[in-house]
């Protein structure tokens, strides 16, 4: 997957504490949180387990999405979660190939 913008929300596991964020490169962006190298919320709860991304084609787009998906209640994101990957699987792998 070369760059590209994309809007994204990590877990700490099934049902867990969440964080929707947005990056232009999504695999160097994931492997900062998987191996903690910033410290911050994602690396104080542990959350590091990719569970929705979605690309983009302008940054400007990833970013207006990521604002309107932080807006929503706790039970939209997990709707939104769970319409593409209903288990909750780490989806790391998927995305680096």
């Known amino acids: 997957m070369d760059k590209q913008p994309a809007t994204y929300i990590l877990a700490s596991g099934r049902n867990g504490t969440l964080y929707?964020?947005?990056?232009s490169d999504l695999i160097a962006?994931?492997?900062?949180h998987r191996e903690h190298?910033?410290?911050g919320f994602t690396s104080k709860y542990g959350v590091d387990k990719l569970v929705?991304?979605?690309?983009?084609g302008?940054?400007?787009a990833a970013i207006t999405r990521e604002k309107r998906v932080k807006k929503w209640?706790?039970?939209w994101?997990?709707?939104l979660i769970e319409e593409r990957n209903p288990y909750w699987n780490?989806?790391?792998a998927e995305v680096i190939g």
Request: negative net charge.
């Open 20 to 23: 929707v964020g947005v990056t």
């Open 29 to 32: 962006r994931m492997w900062q």
């Open 37 to 39: 190298v910033v410290e």
């Open 52 to 56: 929705w991304y979605e690309l983009h």
């Open 58 to 60: 302008t940054m400007e």
């Open 73 to 75: 209640n706790r039970d």
């Open 77 to 79: 994101k997990i709707r």
């Open 90 to 92: 780490d989806l790391w």
